[in-house]
């Protein structure tokens, strides 16, 4: 009863009878106002000393969070770069090194298996939807990317945005994008393009709810915000890194703006 009258309270400051239920227009009221378009012209018309400027403020919040920002000038730097902390970076269980990669546009054109091939480094692409499972049924397919997640010491993908001013990684999950593969292994390593890195949450919510090609696919059921390694200081008031996560993340971001901005999903 005291829940109903606190309810009943509500609907009656809003004006609406205790009679009537909401609909989807009333949960989601916002409109697309003149600032939401002011922000969007501001992102979609950044220079690129204007970018610039945002990769510093990335790097600048990144530092005390312990995410390493390693600027690359295109995707054959960005792959050499994943094969130097594969060579130097060693698993925190067992000596197999192998890593779990998303099957992106952008994480193909590394070409990670043939860079990786002379240190003899399995790179999995975690696709369900790939031939090798043809036969199989949708359990059994599952249950053999689930293994080689776990298997895998590092983790590559894509993302969709990163935030400059909380240096986070905005991830959405799609078929062959899973969000395991940013989460399990013990390091975590994100490539993108410096066009997709965005100032704050205001454009980020503004480019999900107003910009053309983000409300296509609209949010998919699953968005990730990735700030650094995984972190606690649960025991003893001590700070761990690893904990829940990943102990180490990095993004790769390439600066090349001639090699063309692959949005996310697309």
Same mark, same amino acid.
């Given at each position: 009863?005291?829940?109903?009258?606190? %309810? =009943?309270?509500?609907?009656?400051?809003?004006?609406?009878?205790?009679?009537?239920?909401?609909?989807?227009?009333?949960?989601?009221?916002?409109?697309?106002? +003149?600032?939401?378009?002011?922000?969007?012209?501001?992102? /979609?018309?950044?220079?690129?000393?204007?970018?610039?400027?945002?990769? &510093?403020?990335?790097?600048?919040?990144?530092?005390?969070?312990?995410?390493?920002?390693?600027?690359?000038?295109?995707?054959?730097?960005?792959?050499?770069?994943?094969?130097?902390? $594969?060579? /130097?970076?060693?698993?925190?269980? =067992?000596?197999?090194?192998?890593?779990?990669?998303?099957? /992106?546009?952008?994480?193909?054109?590394?070409?990670?298996?043939? $860079?990786?091939?002379?240190?003899?480094?399995?790179?999995?692409?975690?696709?369900?939807?790939?031939?090798? #499972?043809?036969?199989?049924?949708?359990?059994?397919?599952?249950?053999?990317?689930? @293994?080689?997640? %776990? +298997?895998?010491?590092?983790?590559?993908?894509?993302?969709?945005?990163?935030?400059?001013?909380?240096? @986070?990684?905005?991830?959405?999950?799609?078929?062959?994008?899973?969000?395991?593969?940013?989460?399990?292994?013990? %390091?975590?390593? =994100?490539?993108? /393009?410096?066009?997709?890195?965005?100032?704050?949450?205001? &454009?980020?919510?503004?480019?999900?709810?107003?910009?053309?090609?983000?409300?296509? &696919?609209?949010?998919?059921?699953?968005?990730? #915000?990735?700030?650094?390694?995984?972190?606690? +200081?649960?025991?003893?008031?001590?700070?761990?890194?690893?904990?829940?996560?990943?102990?180490? $993340?990095?993004?790769?971001?390439?600066?090349?703006?001639?090699?063309?901005? %692959?949005?996310?999903?697309?």
């Amino acid at each position: 009863m005291e829940q109903q009258a606190f %309810i =009943g309270r509500i609907r009656s400051a809003l004006g609406r009878a205790s009679t009537t239920a909401p609909n989807a227009a009333d949960l989601c009221t916002s409109r697309f106002s +003149a600032e939401q378009r002011e922000i969007l012209e501001r992102i /979609h018309n950044r220079s690129q000393a204007q970018r610039r400027r945002l990769l &510093e403020r990335l790097k600048e919040m990144a530092a005390p969070i312990h995410l390493n920002i390693i600027p690359v000038q295109d995707a054959s730097q960005a792959a050499a770069a994943v094969a130097d902390l $594969v060579r /130097h970076k060693k698993p925190e269980w =067992g000596e197999q090194k192998c890593i779990a990669t998303w099957k /992106h546009p952008l994480v193909e054109d590394l070409q990670l298996a043939n $860079v990786l091939s002379d240190q003899q480094v399995p790179v999995y692409v975690i696709d369900p939807n790939d031939r090798q #499972f043809k036969g199989l049924s949708a359990a059994q397919a599952r249950q053999q990317l689930r @293994t080689r997640v %776990i +298997a895998s010491y590092i983790g590559v993908t894509a993302a969709d945005y990163c935030m400059a001013d909380t240096a @986070t990684l905005v991830l959405r999950t799609r078929p062959g994008q899973a969000r395991s593969v940013s989460l399990v292994p013990s %390091i975590h390593i =994100g490539v993108i /393009h410096i066009e997709q890195i965005i100032a704050d949450l205001k &454009e980020l919510y503004a480019l999900l709810l107003w910009d053309p090609e983000d409300r296509k &696919e609209g949010l998919t059921n699953c968005m990730t #915000f990735i700030s650094g390694p995984s972190k606690t +200081a649960d025991v003893e008031a001590t700070m761990v890194h690893g904990a829940h996560g990943p102990r180490e $993340v990095y993004i790769l971001v390439i600066t090349n703006s001639a090699a063309g901005q %692959i949005l996310p999903g697309r």
